[in-house]
């Protein structure tokens, strides 16, 4: 136990040295390896660097030589094989050999020693006692030995290689065979893969290598080689073959071999040549060549000269970017389109950069116009392959497009692209509230609100005003614009102006003229007419109802008018030709003063007048005088001043109470007539007189109104487009079987006895076949070149021409006819609106498409042709629809039709049902068993061919509702009709939800299948879709009229309506009786002159025989049974119809009559605006359908007296609904009256209106 405590530095035990000391080594000679390693690593790495540098350096040297000398190939297999053993031999003296050398540790140690200064030899120490501490040593020996161990084994662990290694040397190495590695590649540049491929395979022979061969067979005899390529030009475009034709001097002693290469490539392949019969000829054709080859011809020894061959991509055009820049006052951006035309639509002045991109590199190219000016096309670099032109656009043009690339190749003239040159039109402005002249008084607030627009934008709209009387000076106020109302189209705008803050000090009696001006950004301005504001005292505007803001009332005084009318001519001034403009003013001068003597206008009668206010009256006379000698001078601007002027001083001198003389009238107002307070204050009293040259528009019309195309010219030009869309239709039949016959001409011959399906309507079947364009029966054309397919074909190719030269004619004819329509629409509406211009589109598209057809059908491209003439049909077809909506005066009547459309849609799927169902059970009738399949006889098939044809035409008319619904929708919109907006979107949306149009298809489809229980299902679902579709109209029409008073007006003007329309249809009057005859003058046969007096008798004013008669309503109102001998004749003209209808016309007004009355009947009936007796009177009226509703207008001579007793009690009946309503009419209005009367007798808000008079006058 001493011994074991009694030092600590005492030797361990024998067994315990030997273990620790074992260990310690161990891990010494670990660390020795891990260095050992490292160091034949960093060996090996500088050897394969000297091995790089001197393999590269040989194969540097073997280039030169070879480049200088040219080394025969055996030489170079020789110098190659050479080479590679000296690699050899580097790689295991320079790689294998370090990697294999013999390290011992003692080595390891020192080179370890002589690395780190803080090893002190423990290391070599270590390494040189480390291994004999294990033999037979005391344990002292041991002990130390061990303790150096584990102390070099501490160090070594702790050893980095980084110190220990020489890193750099290795760095001069890699550095150094970097640099050589760049010297090869920049020599590279001169030593090409060629050489390199002479060098490195040498087994292959090069050309040089042939050559030579060639060269030292001197006992051969040389031969020379005739190459000729198809195509002759050594350029050739991608991916076409190239033929190689050699033909030799002498004999080939060996095989003809073809050897090429292609672009990039360094090794040449080898092809044989064929032998054709041609003496030492040989030929090769290579498909499909897609890049540049070099070739070269050898038989034996003997080679060719090298040929190169380049490849060049075809010309190809992408498209055409086309920039527009408009204008610089217009400030918008430019546009940019790209596509295959180059079709320009711009404003005049804009600024046009034609692009034409290419697939390769454009030298350039040509612009040629129609009118003789070449532009050339500037060629771009870069990598669009684009050249350029740019030109301004000053009118309409064509041009074509030539371009021309850079290696020559060209592609042009292109074909013809249109230059549309869009004229920035003038704005228009209409004045939407007020829309007629005001009474107000001094202090009031006038809010107006104009509909203006422009194409471009507007830059400012502008109220004009003037005070008449001594104010011969301009006022303006500008409008407020915002960003919105600048941008191109139409857009409302409104101004309020406080008449207290105007520059004149108004009072009562004073009159404000004023106008509208619109200007657009390039400085046009448009004009609206003129309007008057009278300023009335504040007592008898206190009068009205609500105070200070009442509804506006027409200006009584005639001279108002002629002001208005003088106004127009002026306004119109820029848009019409000098002569047209001095004879609007010379006839308005004449009617102003005819035979020299000025009118009579409506003023203040002077001798009740005082005489200050008589002098207004005097002068105001002479204005007149001189406005009419200013017409006469051509100066309708100056004369409206001078009327002005005129007006201002009758005003200010009668302050409108008693200026007005007893003329030919007509009064206005409220249903009530004098019952209403102003018309009693103010005389509100409007005078038939000369009207201005725009009407002014009805109630509720858009403010579009002069701008949009009448309904009468809409509906005329709509009936015209759709005869104009049946002869294209029948043309387009007629090209194509004509198409076919000079194609084939036997193609045709199997349908020529082809008849029509039997068993339709009896309706249809009555209806002839379309007639040709020139009025022909094709049916009947001995010149149809179909008729005899057995004729000679000389004469069959005779007459095909002669009928297409025929055609070419007929489309020409019909080209001729849209751009007619075209013509008349646009002088019809000289500043049209949206709508407008898109109909014009229409109708030019469909000119353009005509022309160009029938310019291909005379050039015998009648595929061509025959789809022009399609585009053209569907070009028409749009101008038909878009006029569908124009061709009624109001939204009421427009409604009305879409309603009468989808009865008309309705009646015709229930008689197809009708008609379906008695087939059917017709043929049940003949099999008893209800299980079995329906078999139908040959006419009954034939009825259900007919039906099913029916279907797809009633699915046509289901399509062209959905179309004209949806305008209609559009249309109540923008009238702000909210209630009927809604209800048509209903429709709109059931139509399309429904698909009503798809389902008759399937209809159709069963009909034609025989699918009968399938059809019945889909017709019943067809027949409660269109009776959804009803109600929503009718719910849409009844929205039109939003009071009970409005319904019952209007179902009495309906019911009114229908007897006119019955009379005129049955050539009876009105009451039922056959009407009387119409003398040649236009008077009843028992008219006296006498009776005619009234339309002249005009009291102390002037006449104008044009324009004054006497007003039928306004007599019978004073006298129920007093009539003029006018009045009956403008009665029996009515009665009389105006021109004779065939008896398809006929049979259509008797159906749209029946239909009239029908829906009549259930609006009634929905309102509840009858008793229950008139309503199922006016039921039965309509419950008959088409055929016995036509017996009430039978013309046989024997029932001639029947059917004046069945006309006459059917008209009977009508009347007596409408005096029902009337009654009906007459308890709503008495009621309103009798509300009215119970008012107080002074309203409040006019106390408080005349103390606010009162108090300004006193503070003035």
């Known amino acids: 136990m001493t011994d074991l405590h009694a030092s600590p530095s005492a030797p361990p035990s024998d067994t315990a040295v030997a273990s620790t000391g074992g260990a310690s080594y161990e891990d010494l000679r670990a660390s020795l390896a891990r260095v050992r390693w490292a160091l034949k690593r960093a ?13 590269v350096g040989m194969l540097l040297v073997l280039a030169l030589l070879d480049y200088l000398y040219v080394m025969p190939q055996i030489v170079r297999i020789g110098v190659l094989a050479v080479a590679g053993v000296a690699v050899g031999v580097l790689i295991v003296r320079h790689v294998v050999r370090e990697l294999l050398r013999t390290i011992p540790d003692e080595q390891v140690a020192m080179y370890i020693e002589e690395r780190q200064q803080g090893a002190d030899g423990a290391l070599l120490s270590a390494t040189a006692f480390g291994q004999s501490a294990a033999g037979d040593r005391n344990a002292a020996y041991r002990y130390i030995v061990d303790h150096i161990v584990a102390s070099a084994a501490s160090q070594a662990g702790g050893l980095r290689l980084s110190r220990v290694l020489d890193l750099a040397r290795l760095r001069k190495y890699v550095l150094t065979a970097a640099v050589v590695l760049f010297f090869c590649a920049v020599s590279a540049i001169k030593f090409s893969s060629s050489r390199v491929h002479r060098l490195l395979m040498p087994w292959q022979a090069s050309k040089e290598d042939l050559a030579s061969v060639a060269s030292t067979a001197e006992e051969r005899a040389k031969i020379e080689f005739q190459i000729a390529l198809d195509p002759q030009d050594r350029r050739l475009s991608r991916g076409s073959s190239l033929g190689v034709k050699a033909k030799l001097s002498g004999s080939a002693t060996d095989e003809v071999r073809f050897s090429y290469r292609l672009k990039g490539s360094a090794a040449f392949k080898t092809l044989p040549m064929q032998e054709v019969d041609e003496l030492n000829t040989y030929t090769l054709r290579l498909p499909d060549i897609v890049d540049d080859l070099e070739f070269f011809l050898q038989c034996g020894g003997q080679v060719s000269e090298t040929v190169a061959v380049s490849v060049f991509d075809p010309l ?4 055409y970017q086309v920039t527009v820049v408009p204008p610089e006052y217009a400030g918008g951006q430019p546009s940019v389109v790209f596509g295959r035309t180059a079709d320009i639509s711009a404003l005049v002045g804009s600024r046009v950069i034609l692009r034409a991109l290419a697939n390769t590199a454009l030298a350039g190219g040509e612009a040629v116009f129609g009118d003789g000016r070449r532009l050339p096309l500037v060629g771009e670099t870069g990598g669009e392959h684009a050249a350029k032109v740019e030109f301004t656009i000053d009118k309409d043009a064509t041009f074509s497009v030539a371009i021309a690339s850079v290696d020559q190749q060209a592609i042009g003239p292109s074909s013809v692209f249109a230059v549309h040159a869009i004229v920035d039109e003038p704005p228009t402005v209409a004045v939407t509230s007020p829309t007629s002249d005001l009474s107000v008084h001094a202090s009031a607030e006038i809010p107006f609100i104009v509909h203006a627009g422009d194409d471009v934008g507007l830059d400012h709209v502008d109220l004009v005003y003037n005070a008449g009387k001594g104010d011969i000076g301009e006022h303006r106020l500008a409008f407020p614009l915002t960003t919105t109302d600048r941008t191109p189209g139409e857009h409302d705008v409104a101004l309020l102006m406080p008449l207290a803050e105007a520059k004149q000090h108004l009072k009562a009696g004073d009159s404000l003229f004023y106008h509208v001006q619109a200007f657009d950004r390039k400085g046009q301005q448009y004009t609206s007419d003129i309007y008057l504001l009278k300023i009335r005292p504040y007592e008898i505007a206190g009068a009205f109802p609500n105070g200070v803001a009442h509804e506006a009332h027409r200006h009584p005084a005639n001279l108002m008018a002629f002001i208005a009318a003088v106004w127009n001519i002026h306004v119109q001034k820029a848009r019409v030709s000098s002569a047209d403009y001095d004879k609007l003013c010379d006839e308005m001068a004449e009617k102003m003063g005819p035979g020299g003597v000025p009118l009579k206008f409506a003023k203040p009668k002077p001798g009740s007048l005082t005489p200050e206010k008589a002098a207004m009256v005097k002068e105001g006379d002479d204005h007149i005088v001189v406005a009419i000698a200013k017409l006469k001078a051509h100066d309708a601007e100056a004369s409206t001043a001078e009327l002005r002027q005129a007006l201002a001083l009758y005003t200010s001198a009668g302050v409108g109470m008693d200026m007005l003389q007893q003329t030919d009238v007509q009064e206005i107002g409220g249903v009530g007539g004098h019952d209403d307070p102003m018309a009693d204050a103010l005389g509100f009293l409007k005078m038939d007189a000369p009207k201005p040259a725009f009407d002014a528009p009805p109630p509720g019309a858009s403010p579009d109104y002069h701008r949009a195309i ?21 043309l387009i039949a007629e090209v194509k079987k004509l198409a076919m016959v000079a194609a084939d001409p036997h193609a045709a011959a199997p349908n020529q006895n082809h008849q029509p399906p039997a068993g339709e309507d009896q309706a249809k079947a009555d209806q002839k076949p379309p007639a040709a364009a020139d009025g022909k029966d094709p049916a009947h054309d001995q010149n149809d070149p179909q008729r005899d397919p057995q004729r000679d074909p000389a004469a069959q190719t005779a007459d095909v ?3 297409t030269a025929e055609l070419g004619k007929e489309q020409q004819q019909l080209a001729e006819d849209a751009n007619r329509l075209a013509q008349q629409l646009a002088k019809a509406a000289p500043n049209a609106d949206k709508d407008t211009r898109e109909v014009l589109d229409h109708l030019r598209q469909t000119h353009e498409q005509m022309a160009e057809a029938a310019d291909k059908i005379r050039a015998g491209t009648l595929q061509q042709a025959a789809a022009h003439g399609e585009e053209a049909r569907h070009e028409l077809a749009k101008a038909a629809e878009k006029l569908d909506v124009s061709q009624f005066a109001d939204l009421q009547h427009t409604i009305e039709a879409a309603e009468d459309r989808v009865q008309q849609i309705a009646e015709q799927q229930k008689r197809i049902r009708d008609a379906t169902d008695r087939v059917v059970e017709d043929a049940a009738k003949r099999n008893p068993d209800p299980n079995a399949e329906v078999k139908l006889t040959a006419p009954e098939a034939e009825k259900i061919r007919g039906l099913a044809k029916l279907q797809v035409e009633n699915q046509k008319a289901a399509e062209d509702l959905e179309a004209y619904v949806q305008q209609v929708a559009k249309l109540a919109q923008s009238q702000d009709k909210k209630e009927a907006a809604d209800e048509l979107k209903k429709a709109a949306k059931t139509m399309e939800q429904d698909q009503l149009a798809e389902t008759m298809v399937t209809a159709a489809v069963n009909l034609a299948q025989h699918d009968f229980t399938e059809a019945k299902e889909t017709q019943k679902k067809l027949g409660e879709g269109l009776d959804k579709l009803t109600h929503q109209l009718q719910a849409a029409n009844g929205a039109m009229a939003a009071t009970r008073e409005q319904k019952l007006k209007r179902a009495d003007a309906e019911v009114k309506e229908l007897i006119a329309k019955t009379a005129e249809l049955g050539g009876v009057a009105p009451d039922g009786k056959p009407a009387e005859p119409i003398a040649a003058d236009g008077k009843d046969a028992d008219h ?3 009776d005619a007096k009234t339309a002249d008798a005009k009291t102390g004013d002037a006449k104008n025989s044009d324009a004054h008669r006497a007003d039928p309503a306004h007599a019978d109102a004073k006298n129920p049974d007093a009539k003029t001998g006018e009045a009956k004749a403008a009665e029996a003209t009515a009665a009389k119809p105006k021109k004779e209808l065939s008896d398809e016309e006929q049979r259509q007004a008797q159906a749209d009559l029946r239909r009239a009355t029908a829906r009549l009947a ?25 055929a016995s509703f036509r017996q009430l207008f039978a013309t046989g001579k024997k029932e001639h007296k029947d059917q004046n007793d069945k006309l006459g009690t059917f008209i009977s009946s009508l009347k007596s609904v409408s005096n029902h309503l009337e009654g009906k009419l007459e308890s709503v209005l008495k009621a309103k009256r009798l509300s009215a009367a119970t008012r107080e007798e002074t309203p409040a808000q006019y106390r408080v209106l005349v103390n606010r008079y009162y108090e300004q006058l006193a503070k003035e």
Request: proline letters at 0%; hydrophobic letters at 40%.
């Open 1088 to 1090: 006296h002159d006498g």
């Open 1162 to 1186: 259930k609006r009634i009936a929905d309102d509840h605006l009858a008793d229950a007796t008139v309503q199922a009177q006016l039921q039965a009226l309509a419950a008959t359908d088409d």
């Open 801 to 803: 021409a002669e009928r």
């Open 316 to 319: 190809e055009l992408k498209g």
């Open 43 to 55: 060996a090996a790495a500088r050897g394969l660097a000297v091995v790089v540098l001197e393999s």
């Open 710 to 730: 009448k309904g009468e010219d809409a509906k005329r030009l709509r009936d015209e487009a759709k005869q104009l869309e049946k002869k294209q239709e029948h």
